[in-house]
């Protein structure tokens, strides 16, 4: 009888615990997510670079610190895309006397050495306090790692790999010499998906670029300089297109994203921003990986099979 009672009070100890925990860490949750103060970026400097700012998430997100007063350097490969989003951020933020830069190199293109030094002559004598490193590439739609052709993919590991890692290293002694600055690199939430089937090498791209985070912020964080991953499910952009028809709930819009992804730089080191993406990614988390790489593959399949029939369209009206 003692024994079973002794059982019982274990139990419900442990029960009690495990209740606290969970209510612990869901208010933690909705603490960052909803009510926790985001930093004054200007404190770390009066400049932000950010790549492939011409499109998509990087566009939005060089609206959105210019909003808050901070002077922008766009990097990109179209030098005309680049002086219509400079235009648009000096009309729409012309009360806040906000400076533009841009600097042109194609991510896919020149070597490492080239890129560093093109972003180091592009920012000398400015204050750069922020680096976003956004620039990414996937495949026009999902396929066989046997169906990605070489270029495709040489490019995909330039401007996914390469380009950031050589970005950082031209920016990083400028935040060293005044011990102080962020950087974000703009990951993915399949680098943390058990698996991201007809989407491999893109999936593997950036679980580098989350490693590679966790390390430099390991390495650098005693120097104060803030490095941090974001791992965003899938957010509206030219990326995305496909998917947002088949299942439009988990789609993020860019305004919504970028002001939640504002909101975490500077804290900690891999953050998914987006409340209802961080949901996704528990429930994701919760359920067993074979399970979840069978609703992937399937999900994947027919984005494959929906790219090839409009790729068959196009190639007859071509031929037309």
């Not at 306090?129 to 620039?135: C, K, S, T, V």
């Not at 305004?255 to 990614?281: D, M, Q």
């Not at 399970?291 to 190639?315: H, P, Y």
Request: charged share 20%; glycine share 6%.
């Amino acid at each position: 009888m003692e024994l079973q009672e002794a059982f019982i009070v274990t139990a419900s100890c442990l029960g009690f615990i495990s209740v606290c925990k969970a209510l612990v860490n869901f208010l933690r949750w909705v603490w960052v997510m909803f009510l926790r103060s985001p930093k004054n970026l200007k404190e770390y400097g009066s400049w932000a670079i950010i790549t492939g700012s011409t499109d998509g998430i990087g566009k939005a997100l060089a609206f959105e610190l210019a909003s808050k007063g901070l002077n922008i350097v766009l990097v990109g490969r179209n030098p005309l895309k680049l002086e219509a989003t400079s235009n648009e951020i000096r009309e729409k933020y012309s009360h806040k006397q906000v400076e533009i830069k841009s600097i042109v190199v194609d991510l896919s293109k020149a070597s490492g050495k080239e890129i560093a030094r093109t972003i180091k002559e592009g920012i000398k004598g400015l204050d750069v306090g922020i680096l976003i490193n956004n620039a990414g590439m996937s495949y026009p739609f999902a396929r066989f790692f046997h169906e990605v052709d070489s270029e495709l993919m040489e490019n995909m590991l330039k401007v996914n790999m390469e380009a950031p890692t050589w970005v950082t290293r031209a920016v990083l002694p400028g935040m060293l010499k005044k011990k102080k600055g962020a950087i974000v690199n703009i990951g993915s939430a399949s680098s943390k998906h058990p698996s991201l089937p007809l989407y491999t090498l893109y999936a593997a791209t950036k679980l580098y670029i989350k490693i590679f985070a966790r390390c430099i912020n390991l390495e650098y964080k005693q120097h104060g300089i803030d490095i941090q991953c974001q791992v965003p499910h899938f957010v509206a952009t030219k990326m995305t297109e496909d998917l947002k028809k088949s299942v439009p709930l988990v789609v993020a819009t860019l305004e919504r994203f970028t002001k939640a992804s504002i909101r975490c730089i500077g804290y900690e080191h891999l953050c998914n921003p987006y409340w209802l993406h961080s949901v996704e990614w528990s429930i994701v988390h919760a359920a067993p990986d074979a399970l979840v790489n069978a609703i992937t593959f399937w999900i994947c399949r027919g984005i494959r099979k929906s790219g090839q029939m409009k790729e068959c369209v196009t190639v007859k009206r071509c031929s037309n």
